[in-house]
T-cell receptor, first 111, second 113 residues
Framework: RKEVEQDPGPFNVPEGATVAFNCTYS??????FFWYRQDCRKEPKLLMS???SGNEDGRFTAQLNRASQYISLLIRDSKLSDSATYLC????????????FGTGTRLQVTL | DAGVIQSPRHEVTEMGQEVTLRCKPI?????LFWYRQTMMRGLELLIY????????DSGMPEDRFSAKMPNASFSTLKIQPSEPRDSAVYFC???????????FGPGTRLLVL
């Protein structure tokens, strides 16, 4: 089993729709979680951190489920500009921090 | 702030040649990361440095790859000899601390023929 897994998609949704992605992780010692966004042929950029209590930033909501070992990203009222690949990042701590990116979920928002 | 600077942005070389990728992190950042991204394998962490010291190089594919960080403002990733399977986009990223937000450079697109 991969350390971090994401459904590659693509998720094709109409503008205005609500869409959710999950990211599962295998290491129960994982401590920090992030969602990054990557546009085509560009570098990844931080979208939001994922806190234990969940967090919301405008149309975006991130949640952590430690019992089932996954994080989620919910996008409400999708915009054409939300079309991108969404990467989850899982960091485990110990002797040395281990950082793992998921392979990403591609979202295509259409008219 | 100039952000993370990488050079070259594109590199085309022939199998067997040495390739050197360069990175200048954001001033004041203590951690620097090298990643490789391909369609098949996604974004893979190759190595990261904290305060110029390599902390985790378990992602470095093999002895043909080496990375150095001689000072806080410069790092190199070298491939010698290069092979076609090394073709990928190589990203450098920096952060205040390994667990904090990473800022990525624009990447170097490497093609080994």
């Amino acid at each position: 089993r991969k350390e971090v897994e994401q459904d590659p998609g693509p998720f094709n949704v109409p503008e205005g729709a609500t869409v959710a992605f999950n990211c599962t992780y295998s290491n129960s010692a994982s401590q920090s979680f992030f969602w990054y966004r990557q546009d085509c042929r560009k570098e990844p950029k931080l979208l939001m951190s994922v806190y234990s209590s969940g967090n919301e930033d405008g149309r975006f909501t991130a949640q952590l489920n430690r019992a089932s070992q996954y994080i989620s990203l919910l996008i409400r009222d999708s915009k054409l500009s939300d079309s991108a690949t969404y990467l989850c990042v899982v960091i485990s701590t110990g002797t040395a921090s281990k950082l793992t990116f998921g392979t990403g979920t591609r979202l295509q928002v259409t008219l | 702030d100039a952000g993370v600077i990488q050079s070259p942005r594109h590199e085309v070389t022939e199998m067997g040649q040495e390739v050197t990728l360069r990175c200048k992190p954001i001033s004041g950042h203590n951690s620097l990361f090298w990643y490789r991204q391909t369609m098949m394998r996604g974004l893979e962490l190759l190595i990261y440095f904290n305060n110029n010291v390599p902390i985790d190089d378990s992602g470095m594919p093999e002895d043909r790859f080496s990375a150095k960080m001689p000072n806080a403002s410069f790092s190199t990733l070298k491939i010698q000899p290069s092979e076609p399977r090394d073709s990928a986009v190589y990203f450098c990223a920096s952060s205040d601390w390994p667990l904090e937000t990473q800022y990525f450079g624009p990447g170097t697109r490497l093609l080994v023929l």
